[in-house]
T-cell receptor
């Protein structure tokens, strides 16, 4: 089955800095890669996703890049703010089937004011 | 509010007992997924239902069972509870259950003492 590795497990940055979280996947058939943000006491919330037919997608301060050849994808957050502090999860799945997403172990992002 | 409702938010029970967790999916979503989140295991997929039928099964113990009712709400039953079952249990829903982005509820925190 699919295996998703996520690094780092903890990331501490100063407000205004950029943050990058990286994930690798093992199943070359995976074609849908969502990212979730989980704030304390809440469920994960989908913040951005990318499909295998594109290499990069942006939404304001958040961007995701995908390298299908290397089987890795990354989340980039620019101009970080304290409210970006949360646990971020990447996932990989095969969209269109009953394939269940496999999640990474999560990255705890701490943004210091 | 994500639109996915989980009750109760917190549950404390003794070993050997049985509990039922309830989930109402977002309006219009036909598929419900149950996940267990613990510190050392991350987000573990348990089971998926689509329009009342079981569609996929993950690492769900035999002591656990679930069902989805005609009104599309779902219940996760956990029996013969052990200390190791203490975790956050999340329900997520999606429109078609085809592996695309989920909407998660805020979870039920189960503590077994």
């Amino acid at each position: 089955g699919e295996n998703v590795e996520q690094h780092p497990s903890t990331l501490s940055v100063q407000e205004g800095d950029s943050a990058v979280i990286k994930c690798t996947y093992s199943d070359s058939a995976s074609n849908y890669f969502p990212w979730y943000k989980q704030e304390l006491g809440k469920g994960p919330q989908l913040i951005i996703d990318i499909r295998s037919n594109v290499g990069e997608k942006k939404d304001q301060r958040i961007a995701v890049t995908l390298n299908k050849t290397a089987k890795h994808f990354s989340l980039h957050i620019t101009e970080t703010q304290p409210e970006d502090s949360a646990v971020y999860f990447c996932a990989a799945s095969l969209s269109g089937g009953s394939y269940i997403p496999t999640f990474g172990r999560g990255t705890s992002l701490i943004v210091h004011p | 509010d994500s639109g996915v409702t989980q009750t109760p938010k917190h549950l404390i029970t003794a070993t050997g007992q049985r509990v039922t967790l309830r989930c109402s999916p977002r309006s219009g979503d036909l598929s419900v997924y149950w996940y267990q989140q613990s510190l050392d295991q991350g987000l573990q997929f348990l089971i998926q239902y689509y329009n009342g039928e079981e569609r996929a099964k993950g690492n769900i113990l035999e002591r656990f069972s679930a069902q989805q009712f005609p009104d599309l709400h779902s219940e996760l039953n956990l029996s013969s509870l052990e200390l190791g079952d203490s975790a956050l249990y999340f329900c997520a829903s999606s429109v078609l259950g085809q592996g695309d982005g989920y909407t998660f509820g805020s979870g039920t925190r189960l503590t077994v003492v």
